[in-house]
């Protein structure tokens, strides 16, 4: 599964993307936030505040009770600053 | 049946005038054209730039959802979206809807719903530089412009 | 304080574009600028031109009082109004209306008011020329535009 | 008093302005209105249904029960169509 970071999420985690095995137990989106969460200092300090985090799969908005398919991009990323 | 909006993501800045041209040149139908220019502002004269970071495909594939929307949404005759990024000084422009329309509610209406939504959906996110060379950091997202979004779901 | 806003009452089309520039060259507090064209438009295929009669004088003086009312009104940086006159072609702008301001809600609003005012205020009326060369007869005022006022005038 | 004519009102009648003497007997734009109605064909046509014209006084747009000034100029048109 392939994540992808923007904004300070990006900034924070300290790369732009990477390449994960998704573990069994990891189903939905807030089951990956939290997951991801204790891989790190960095992942901590980016996804202390769950609920502000906006998810894309495949380029979609997504609400963090979607179900993760098996092979898609996952990207996370701040309230979006645009227009 | 709806149009086909035309859509670009790049970094360059756009031609305005080209854009009403393109979108207008040699048609009788159309009464009404309406274009936002949304311009880099500075705050507090402490800002140099904008910087636009995107999620490239991501970008397009919005934008064109949202764009779609407006022209199932009102009778439009033509709609071009250009949202840039890179790093954009201030006094630059950022982004550009243009609407074009039989009559004048139709335009006016499409192009502020489709700023309320490059806004709010739009996968886009500003980091300030500015004048002291200190990091300005990432500007923050505002709850008045979810509140414009919300607004529109209300009357979908 | 409110800005003076710019008003021409004009036989020669106008520049869009130029208007723009114009009104945010060089300024760093500009976030929005919304412009509205309106377009000499054919209904059926039916028409060659509009002409368009005004009352000199009233016409400038009519825009302006409207224009003043619009920025008393919304917080505008700049604000211009482009009004022609006489024969008109198929395809050809009308009328121009460039609002600028910090952020988008005041310039959309006031594009929007601006020209639903000139619709049913400003001192013009149009005579159709048509491809048969027969007299179109005037173009007859419409309701919706007296309504559209009415909107306006509630929320003041 | 000056008056000038616009559109269809100014076609009826057959001119673009004239100067009248204004009897003491028209006070308001609705009495002048009943007054040229009643001065020949043109005037009649334009004016049989006062209700639509349009009325401004130097440059205002004003209701057909006010007052006329003295010395100014009268417009008589039909509902505007510009924008």
Known sequence: MKLVYFAWVRERIGRGSETIDKPDSVVTVADLLAWLAERGEGYAAALVRPEVIRVAIDHEHVEHDTPLPDDCEVALFPPMTGG | ?156
């Open chain 2, 1 to 156: 049946m709806a149009i086909t909006p035309r859509i670009s993501v790049q970094e360059q800045d756009f031609d305005t005038a080209a854009e009403i041209e393109r979108i207008s040149d040699g048609r009788k139908d159309i009464g009404a054209v309406v274009t936002f220019s949304g311009k880099c502002r500075d705050e507090q004269g402490t800002l140099v730039a904008l910087e636009l970071e995107h999620y490239p495909g991501m970008a397009e594939a919005e934008i064109g959802r949202i764009a779609a929307e407006a022209a199932e949404r009102w009778e439009l005759l033509g709609l071009t979206v250009i949202h840039r990024y890179g790093k954009i000084p201030v006094g630059e422009n950022i982004v550009l809807v243009v609407a074009a329309s039989k009559s004048r509610a139709a335009s006016f209406e499409a192009a502020n719903f489709l700023m309320d939504y490059l806004k709010s959906r739009a996968p886009f996110w500003k980091k300030e530089h500015r004048v002291d060379g200190q990091d300005g950091g990432w500007v923050e997202a505002k709850q008045s412009d979810e509140d414009a979004l919300a607004v529109w779901q209300k009357q979908s």
